[in-house]
């Protein structure tokens, strides 16, 4: 089976490019090889290639930035988005398009369905939802949009990296606390994607992300307990992590106040033991600090 992989730089595209499955033919690409906001390039490049799945694993995904990147954030989370969309109509491809919890906009203090009403914050939550919909109306429903959300990798830029670097530099950090959802390791997103490629019947809109509850507060303190027993960071330097709430932390763009999505589907449709975050968290630092 040959499956395109799109966003192939990315923390996301990393770890898909380590885990692909026996029986799969892969054709990873990063935005040198195809931009997708190129909508001649994405054409020529899905006719030439002829997948039959295609992973889109490209997006624009600096939050607070596209404030004030309106136009660059549509132009990949939708446009881009809509570019493949019509080439794998064109060429009978089946397309997973990776989206976001950020769609939501966590009000209900309940797990978000994947059938739950979109209300997005912000323009990075606008953008994405916007790509969804293009693909919707394109595919017609032959699609897979897979949400996730606070992902991370020993890979790229992410909260996980940003913190070791932060608690090796200072003594005290504040975190927030009044915000949450559920971290995910990219490395098992990535399994999850190829598997869903390998089911046919996976159609529509899925949620996927580790087990488990956190705000960035309590993400934060697993990261410096998990750290600490690895040896990433100081036994002896005490860095003392303090809770504030949002508003005491002010952001360019609103977040989701409760954006922890229902993988009870998927779950069960992948046959797989939900992984708690902290597990997860524990094998990636691991993994950052056999190959550091």
Do not use: C
């Not at 060429?91 to 919890?101: C, E, N, P, Q």
């Amino acid at each position: 089976m040959k499956i395109l992989v799109t966003g192939g730089q990315g923390q996301l595209g990393w770890e898909l490019s380590r885990s692909v499955p026996d029986g799969i033919d892969p054709v990873i690409l990063d935005r040198t090889a195809l931009n997708i906001t190129d909508a001649q390039a994405v054409d020529a490049l899905i006719r030439a290639q002829f997948p039959e799945v295609i992973i889109n694993a490209a997006a624009y995904t600096a939050v607070d930035n596209a404030e004030r990147e309106h136009a660059r954030a549509f132009a990949v989370n939708r446009d881009g988005v809509t570019h493949l969309a019509r080439a794998a109509a064109a060429t009978g491809a089946r397309l997973i398009h990776v989206s976001t919890d950020f769609v939501f906009d966590g009000t209900s203090g309940q797990p978000i369905r994947p059938d739950s009403p979109a209300n997005p914050l912000g323009v990075y939550g606008a953008s994405k939802w916007a790509g969804e919909e293009s693909v919707r109306a394109t595919l017609g429903g032959e699609e897979l949009i897979v949400r996730t959300g606070w992902v991370y990798s020993a890979h790229g830029h992410n909260f996980v990296k940003t913190m070791l670097k932060l608690m090796a530099d200072r003594r005290r950090l504040t975190l927030v606390a009044d915000q949450i959802g559920t971290p995910t390791w990219a490395r098992d997103l990535a399994r999850a994607l190829w598997q869903f490629a390998q089911l046919p019947s996976a159609r529509g809109a899925m949620h996927w992300s580790d087990a488990g509850v956190a705000s960035w507060y309590d993400f934060a303190v697993a990261i410096r307990e998990e750290a600490s027993r690895l040896g990433l960071l100081d036994d002896e330097k005490e860095v003392t992590l303090v809770p504030v709430g949002t508003a005491s932390y002010p952001t360019a763009a609103r977040r989701p106040g409760f954006s922890v999505l229902d993988k009870e589907s998927s779950w069960e449709l992948l046959g797989w033991a939900p992984v708690h975050w902290v597990v997860n968290l524990r094998n990636m630092l691991r993994e950052l600090r056999d190959n550091g």
